[in-house]
């Protein structure tokens, strides 16, 4: 977990040397996969912490549904509907951190 925590601070220091004017991070998906899951919650914080200390935002919970929910074509993948629950949960989540008349591709890193 130490080398992919590094990955992803060196990842996260070059954004913050290009001066973007926003980042949003998105916490991993939850999906069916046990280990998946297993992954996901052990990097959870790391995620977290990485972001806050270079004043990226970042969301935990970035799909409104669960796997048991019908959201998912298999095992780690969205399928129709997750992807439009997905899409419909960034644009709440986005609207937090953009003023209303700001162009996001301004503001917005990808």
Do not use: K, W
């Amino acid at each position: 977990m130490r080398a992919l925590e590094l990955s992803f601070g060196r990842t996260f220091d070059a954004l913050v040397d290009s001066n973007p004017g926003l980042v949003i991070v998105l916490d991993s998906l939850p999906c069916p996969d046990p280990l998946y899951m297993r992954y996901r919650e052990r990097l959870q914080p790391v995620l977290r912490r990485l972001s806050t200390e270079r004043g990226f935002h970042f969301v935990p919970e970035p799909l409104g549904c669960q796997p048991e929910t019908g959201c998912f074509a298999d095992a780690t993948h969205l399928n129709a509907i997750g992807q439009v629950l997905l899409g419909e949960t960034l644009a709440n989540q986005v609207s937090q951190f953009v003023n209303h008349g700001q162009e996001l591709a301004d503001s917005v890193t990808v």
